[in-house]
């Protein structure tokens, strides 16, 4: 059993994605500004700059990118709303058919989503609750508040993927890294795991034997190596360091 509800485009809207150095220029001027105010939701001004890139090239204007594009997981991801508003505002959106699905006791059990092209592509993906269990998320908080909507922007998601890639190029759904969505489609902030990233592990800089010899003379780098030229690379280290110990001292 199922409810349908049906809705036609309206307006459609033609998406600029090239990224030109002005407008890069553009965003890390604006990205400063951003992570000056404190009130944006971005720990750095290259946070607040790689947002904004990511929602340039699908479309979204720098404001709306802050608010619309996430970091989980150390992945950038899109909310499910603002993926939905740049599908209907295609030129080649042609409508989409939404069907709350129900059992035989007219208990809810899922939704489907039929999403259509204008080209004649469509294209029907279906969500149920039964999914959210196989997946292990039917006890999450949001899941267990609000299912309908969960299933809602589940559904809507893949079918997304399927007729619009050319939309999203890849980009993930908040939810699909673990984000928990509102019933309306935004993000909870904070409801994720992030991995943290290790620093990078200091390396020694490069020193060649050439490098010694020109510096402290040959005689200098045999002492520094006990009587010998130095014939390994961990032997021309330990050379340089006593070197650099002599000319401490």
């Known amino acids: 059993m199922s409810e349908n509800r049906t809705s036609e485009p309206g307006r459609a809207l033609v998406v600029a994605r090239q990224a030109t150095p002005e407008i890069w220029q553009m965003l890390t001027t604006?990205?400063?500004?951003?992570?000056?105010?404190?009130?944006?939701?971005?720990?750095?001004?290259?946070?607040?700059?790689?947002?904004?890139?990511?929602?340039?090239?699908v479309g979204l204007p720098p404001m709306a990118s802050l608010r619309a594009i996430y970091i989980v997981k150390n992945k950038a991801a899109?909310?499910?709303?603002?993926?939905?508003?740049?599908?209907?505002?295609?030129?080649?959106?042609a409508g989409v058919v939404e069907e709350r699905l129900?059992?035989?006791?007219?208990?809810?059990?899922?939704y489907a989503i039929t999403l259509k092209r204008k080209n004649g592509m469509q294209a029907r993906r279906q969500f149920t609750l039964s999914d959210a269990t196989r997946a292990g998320l039917a006890d999450k908080d949001n899941w267990k508040a609000s299912p309908e909507h969960c299933c809602y922007w589940r559904a809507m998601s893949f079918v997304q993927d399927t007729v619009f890639p050319d939309v999203g190029m890849g980009l993930y759904r908040a939810d699909e890294l673990g984000a928990n969505i509102t019933p309306e489609g935004y993000v909870v902030e904070g409801e994720w795991a992030t991995v943290p990233i290790p620093p990078p592990t200091?390396?020694?800089?490069?020193?060649?034997?050439d490098q010694l010899v020109e510096k402290h003379g040959a005689d200098a780098v045999m002492a520094a190596a006990g009587g010998r030229i130095p014939a390994t690379t961990e032997e021309v280290l330990a050379a340089a360091a006593a070197l650099e110990g002599q000319d401490a001292s």
Do not use: C, Q
Request: proline share 7%.
């Open 30 to 57: 604006i990205a400063s500004s951003a992570y000056k105010s404190r009130n944006l939701g971005v720990t750095s001004e290259a946070e607040a700059a790689m947002k904004m890139l990511t929602g340039h090239e």
């Open 202 to 209: 200091p390396t020694a800089p490069v020193v060649t034997l």
């Open 102 to 110: 129900t059992d035989d006791k007219d208990r809810f059990v899922g």
């Open 78 to 93: 899109i909310v499910p709303k603002a993926a939905w508003a740049l599908i209907i505002g295609h030129p080649d959106f």
